[in-house]
């Protein structure tokens, strides 16, 4: 049992990956955690939310620790910066891609390699949800698509669903991540490094005339297509990067990521002179995959 440790312990067993020890740190700390949210929040369906994404930045970023003595105000700012960003989010619309902690005055090797082995170990855990699960939940801590509004209109889901679901999630990922903690751990980095090179090698095909051969080469032959409340397969799809890419529309990525079954490409969208609102100025692919093949496509433009 963990619970007769001192905070300092709980840290170094959180930061050798231990995710046991960090749940109690967590629920040692609930209420000072909470204490924080509301002082800044107020009363409202916020502070449950900034508690689950407090939660899940601790997660990621236990490791940078530096006073393991000192975890509770650490996890006390953890949520005071949640809250500021959310704040600014609902007051400027800037997204909550990520909450940042200050910098450390200096990063030592051995810190890179223990945040790179938590991070594949995050990304081993979201695995074993279902790809539903996981799309939310990528989306809301992982991607620019963060707001549930935005997500609601990605997923083409309605706004309760996705609150349930990335409820489900993040619920589910506790024991993920029990399941998965002796487990070896792909680099995630190396799956995420994959798909940008798909999704550059997809658009620089597309330019050279050539996106037909990849979409058979590497898409399955009953891929379907959503976009705009259209919906189609294969020839639509050819199609419509057709039509953007006689329009003079170019697309570049600008964030990918991958999962096991879904893989989400922000794309920024480069329109011709001439014509310089002919399209959003980005557009979201979100791709369900299955044995490494696109099933679906789902294009989506952000606020």
């Known amino acids: 049992m963990n619970d007769g440790l001192s905070d300092t312990e709980l840290t170094r067993c959180a930061q050798a990956g231990?995710?046991?020890?960090?749940?109690?740190?967590?629920?040692?700390?609930?209420?000072?955690?909470?204490?924080?949210?509301?002082?800044?929040?107020?009363?409202?369906?916020d502070v449950e939310d900034v508690l689950q994404d407090a939660a899940?930045?601790?997660?990621?970023?236990?490791?940078?620790?530096?006073?393991?003595?000192?975890?509770?105000?650490?996890?006390?700012?953890?949520?005071?910066?949640?809250?500021r960003m959310r704040l600014r989010r609902r007051d400027l619309g800037v997204p909550l891609s990520e909450v940042l902690l200050p910098p450390s005055a200096e990063i030592v090797p051995d810190q890179v390699t223990e945040a790179n082995a938590l991070r594949d170990w995050i990304w081993t855990a979201m695995d074993e949800l279902s790809p539903s699960l996981s799309l939310v939940l990528m989306l809301r801590h992982f991607s620019g698509v963060t707001t549930y509004e935005q997500i609601a209109e990605a997923c083409d889901l309605p706004l309760g669903t996705v609150r349930s679901r990335l409820n489900q999630a993040r619920s589910k990922m506790a024991a993920a991540l029990l399941a998965t903690a002796d487990r070896e751990h792909d680099s995630a980095e190396e799956r995420n490094r994959a798909t940008r090179r798909e999704a550059q090698d997809t658009l620089a095909a597309a330019e050279a005339g050539r996106f037909a051969d990849i979409v058979a080469d590497r898409w399955s032959p009953l891929v379907t297509l959503a976009a705009q409340g259209v919906e189609g397969g294969r020839d639509l799809l050819l199609a419509a990067m057709d039509d953007d890419l006689a329009a003079g529309v170019r697309q570049r990525p600008r964030h990918t990521i991958a999962g096991a079954d879904v893989a989400?490409?922000?794309?920024?969208?480069?329109?011709?002179?001439?014509?310089?609102d002919h399209c959003p100025p980005s557009v979201v692919w979100v791709l369900a995959l299955h044995g490494g093949r696109v099933q679906r496509l789902r294009l989506f433009h952000p606020a």
């Open 264 to 276: 989400i490409w922000e794309m920024d969208l480069i329109n011709p002179p001439d014509n310089p």
């Open 56 to 83: 899940l930045t601790a997660l990621r970023r236990i490791g940078e620790v530096r006073d393991p003595s000192a975890v509770g105000a650490w996890l006390r700012a953890v949520v005071r910066n949640t809250c």
């Open 18 to 45: 231990d995710p046991a020890a960090l749940g109690v740190l967590l629920q040692r700390h609930q209420a000072g955690m909470k204490a924080v949210a509301l002082a800044v929040l107020g009363h409202g369906p």
